[in-house]
């Protein structure tokens, strides 16, 4: 049986900080269940904490997506404590060629980013999304960028770009293999004040969780297999 919408629960990857942890506070605030993942267990617990003292019901696991080990331990740890996941949100991300041309670019550089940008939310997808359709509901959320648009793409950072637009073609692969209520779709946030964003960009994670929420909360007759920002389609 699909769950309850006050039943549901979500998992958000990389949500220690950044729009990561904005989107958990948002989807705890929408009434979900959440498990907040990071790949620092110090980091998590104490975002984890900071949600809960707000009076949000929120789970805390281990999560370093980039590392097939821990992504294994993380889904026994999920099936050790019952958690069915009906909302994964790929949010996890590295930014490490900024500002490089691709003749610049080396390999490590290149197969690095990929680990934590494709490889990742690959890893989670291909492991929760044949539980969700089998219980008949789910809605995955990638977390892309307009960097990965081939469309917009610029020559600023061609590691992360490549690895955004390869994480845009297998969100539509994935989308593709799904059935039943169970939608995956992608998103990108925007120039984000965070970490990697930095100071000067104008969007606050507040702003950039918002269409994380929208994705993760799609009714039944929502999209499915596209990219959005805004909650506007973005050219792929
Ligand atoms: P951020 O502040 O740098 O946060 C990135 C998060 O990803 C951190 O929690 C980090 O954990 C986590 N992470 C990195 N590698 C990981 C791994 N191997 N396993 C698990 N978690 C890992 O960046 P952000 O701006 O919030 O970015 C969130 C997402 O939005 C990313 O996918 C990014 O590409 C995308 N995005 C951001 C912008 C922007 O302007 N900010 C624009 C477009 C797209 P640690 O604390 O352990 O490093």
Redesign the pocket.
Known sequence: MPPEPGARTALV????????FEAARQLAATGLNVVLT???PG?GEAAATRLRSDGHQVDYLQ????DAASVERWMGELTRRGIHVDVLVN?????LDEGSGVLDLDERTLRTTFE??FY?PFRTSRLLLPPMMERGYGRVVN?S?GAGSITEATSYSPAYSVSKAALNAMSRQFALATRGDVKVNVM?????R????GAA?PRSPEQAAETIVWLATLPVDGPTNGFFRDRRPVAW
Do not use: F, H, K
Not at 13 to 20: D, F, Q, S
Not at 63 to 66: E, K, P, S
Not at 188 to 192: I, Q, V
């Open positions: 990857t990389g949500a220690n900080r950044g729009i990561g990071s790949r620092d980091a999560l370093d997506v980039a949010n996890a991300g590295v930014l934590v940008n990742g977390v960028s990108c946030p925007g120039w984000t965070t970490d990697m964003g960009a």
